[in-house]
């Protein structure tokens, strides 16, 4: 029995973590949305957009990777708070990064469905978490 005990002592703090994520993800969804020029709610649920999907899909990822890195790096609770939001920033600087200099017309182009836009969008949020996560490991 004190093996279970131990084993649950932490299900406090994992819920707290856990709780802060969801909200960190749920705020990043908004962000996301209001930065992007194309709305990708509407695009993936109402027009079915693959090039939306991917891209949007992989900015979750890029953003999940990043706050997992805040989450299994930070001291205590505010500190992973903290993180999370410079994790939201670099995964909205990336997008900016690569519409602004690598594909200035990814907005059009995943309005208009092509999913190697869509594509690349995710390949470069995922990257972004990654990098993220790893600065993170101080």
């Known amino acids: 029995m004190d093996n279970v005990m ?3 002592a932490g299900l406090g703090n ?8 969801i909200v960190l993800l749920f705020l990043f969804k908004l962000t996301y949305a ?3 020029p194309h709305d990708e709610w509407k695009l993936v649920k109402e027009d079915k957009n693959l090039a939306a999907a991917v891209g949007f899909g992989g900015a979750m ?3 999940s990777i990043a706050l997992a890195g805040a989450a299994s790096n930070s001291l205590h609770v505010i500190d ?16 900016a ?3 602004f200099t690598f594909m ?11 999913v ?7 390949a470069i949020s995922v990257s972004i978490g990654l990098l993220n996560a790893a600065c993170m490991s101080y």
């Not at 903290?82 to 909205?92: P, S």
């Open 80 to 95: 992973f708070a903290i993180w999370g939001v410079v994790a939201l920033l670099a995964q909205l600087l990336a997008f």
């Open 61 to 63: 990822i890029g953003f």
């Open 97 to 99: 990064l690569l519409r």
């Open 104 to 114: 200035p017309l990814i907005a059009e182009r995943i309005n208009q469905n092509e």
């Open 6 to 8: 131990h084993s649950i």
């Open 116 to 122: 190697s836009a869509g594509t690349m969008l995710a």
């Open 34 to 36: 209001f930065v992007t």
């Open 14 to 21: 994992f819920a707290l973590y856990f709780a802060i994520a």
